[in-house]
């Protein structure tokens, strides 16, 4: 196992989860809470002009605060290597999800769409694309929420979300028509069909477009035209067709989703998309904390409240889970 110097003392790092890239994604234990998180480990010399897209990634999940975001607790750099202490998502993959139940009921499509419709309906709120929406980059935590994750090819234009951007990327399978062909786009639309790809996937158990042969894949993408099983009701599919529009200004708009009659369906809430209170004053903790290195609260929170993501800003995120799963609270 390799020992890594920045985290001794403050992680113990086991099992790799997975590897993205240039990037692994390591298992660890955080040390003062006995809390699990994920660790994503960089080694500089070999990330090149994926340098850039690292920096994009932090300064985006720097931004973020919501429940079905992942969240970021602390970035460690060192002189050969980042450390991106994330929250740890038990629940794997939704698509494994999918997979395993091969494909969900529309009442479970709809659990989970909701959340993936208030992720990326912050994501926008903030200027921000995904661009790379597919279930392999939806995570579930033990409590069967959704998290988003990789943000390495999300964009915020200069111009705002609404000015249009040219770099084709994500995987062609969600990949939406003006994408693959190259046309400027924008984000938000981009976002809007690949969740159109993943609501099928949820309610079909299988792919809208697809095939082995990346011309097909590409002629049947903008041809637009995709099986409609008999199992999935009216509603869903009038839904699934309004996002898979290969026209984009034909698309629905997220803001459209958020109250749509089949979003809403036996619900009747809206969905919600603001931030997360966690930037909400939590004493219980913030006093532990304190207490834990002798300072008093204020001083404590004066701290906190500057979120640099060090190693405190971890405790605390940590800790306030901790408190929401009605753990006991102490530090080691
Ligand atoms: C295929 N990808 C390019 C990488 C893959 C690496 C493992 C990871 N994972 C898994 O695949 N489990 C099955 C376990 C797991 C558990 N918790 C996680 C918490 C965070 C992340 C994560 C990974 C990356 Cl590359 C990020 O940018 C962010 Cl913001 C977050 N991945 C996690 C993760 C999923 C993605």
Redesign the pocket.
């Known amino acids: 196992m390799v020992r890594y110097n920045a985290l001794k003392g403050l992680y113990d790092l086991e099992k790799t989860?997975?590897?993205?890239?240039f990037?692994k994604?390591k298992l660890a234990t955080h040390l003062a809470t006995g809390e699990k998180v994920?660790i994503?480990i960089m080694d500089k010399q070999m990330l090149g002009e994926d340098l850039r897209r690292v920096k994009l990634?932090l300064e985006a999940?720097k931004s973020f605060s919501h429940e079905n975001i992942?969240q970021l607790h602390q970035i460690i750099e060192t002189e050969t290597h980042f450390f991106i202490i994330?929250?740890?998502?038990?629940g794997?993959?939704l698509f494994d999800h999918i997979v395993e139940k091969n494909r969900l009921t529309e009442g479970e499509s709809r659990m989970f769409f909701r959340q993936i419709v208030s992720a990326v309906a912050y994501l926008h709120s903030l200027g921000y694309a995904h661009r790379d929406l597919k279930p392999?980059?939806v995570?579930l935590d033990k409590s069967q929420n959704l998290?988003l994750?990789?943000?390495?090819l999300c964009a915020k234009p200069q111009g705002g979300i609404e000015s249009p951007l040219y770099t084709s990327c994500g995987s062609p399978t969600y990949a939406a028509p003006e994408l693959i062909l190259g046309q400027q786009y924008l984000g938000q639309e981009v976002d809007v069909w690949a969740m159109g790809v993943l609501l099928y996937a949820l309610l079909a158990g299988s792919l809208p477009f697809d095939d082995l042969n990346i011309d097909n894949l590409y002629r049947k993408i903008l041809n637009g035209k995709y099986e409609e099983p008999s199992f999935i009701s009216k509603d869903s599919l009038s839904l699934i067709r309004s996002m898979l529009q290969v026209e984009p200004s034909k698309r629905i708009k997220v803001t459209e989703l958020l109250d749509h009659h089949w979003i809403t369906l036996g619900i009747l809430e809206p969905v919600q998309y603001q931030a997360r209170s966690s930037s909400m004053y939590d004493s219980d903790c913030v006093q532990i904390m304190a207490k834990f290195i002798d300072i008093d609260e204020k001083m404590m929170w004066n701290e906190l409240s500057k979120w640099k993501f060090d190693y405190n800003t971890a405790t605390y995120f940590l800790l306030s889970n901790k408190k929401k799963r009605g753990h006991s609270l102490k530090l080691n």
């Open positions: 989860i997975g590897c993205g890239g990037a994604v994920a994503k990634e999940l992942c994330m929250e740890y998502c038990s794997g993959e392999e980059n995570l998290k994750i990789d943000f390495g």
